[in-house]
């Protein structure tokens, strides 16, 4: 019997994620969902975070045509359950999505900035559209 409160979708998408340990030693790494839902993802990576750890995710979602990347999921939760190959976290709060806007990303890429990433090199304002949103419906 699934408990669950929220639909999850199988999607495979890239995620950067970091995690302050108690010892005050903060871990950076990447994977990839395996699921997603509105309230949560399930993260593949070479690197388990034990249950209850506060955890910041940054999923890139893709186009599904062309090389240029999607929009961006952002939150902050923490880790419910750990396995060997990757753990799960709720988000606290739901996602924040970010639209990459095509044509600062293009002047990005061209100047040298960031692999076509324009958040490091121009100011949001300019350079991406934001939605908060408490959570986001698939």
Known sequence: MDLRK??????????AFSAAQPNGIVIRD??????I??????????????PGVTVKLEITLSFLRGEHSGA????????VRSEETGFAAVADMGFR?????SRN???????????????ATLPR??????AAASRFAM
Not at 39 to 48: C, H, K, M, N, Q
Not at 105 to 119: C, K
Not at 125 to 130: A, K, M
Request: proline share 5%; net charge positive; hydrophobic share 30%.
């Open 30 to 35: 990447e994977g990839y969902t395996r699921d």
């Open 6 to 15: 929220t639909k999850r979708y199988r999607l495979r998408a890239f995620v």
């Open 72 to 79: 961006c999921l952002r939150t902050v939760g923490h880790v």
């Open 125 to 130: 304002q300019r350079g991406e559209r934001e």
């Open 37 to 50: 839902s509105s309230s949560g993802a399930f993260v593949l990576t070479a690197i388990p975070l034990p």
């Open 97 to 101: 999505m970010q639209f990459p806007d």
């Open 105 to 119: 990303e293009d002047a990005a890429r061209n100047s040298g900035g960031n692999n076509g990433t324009h958040e």
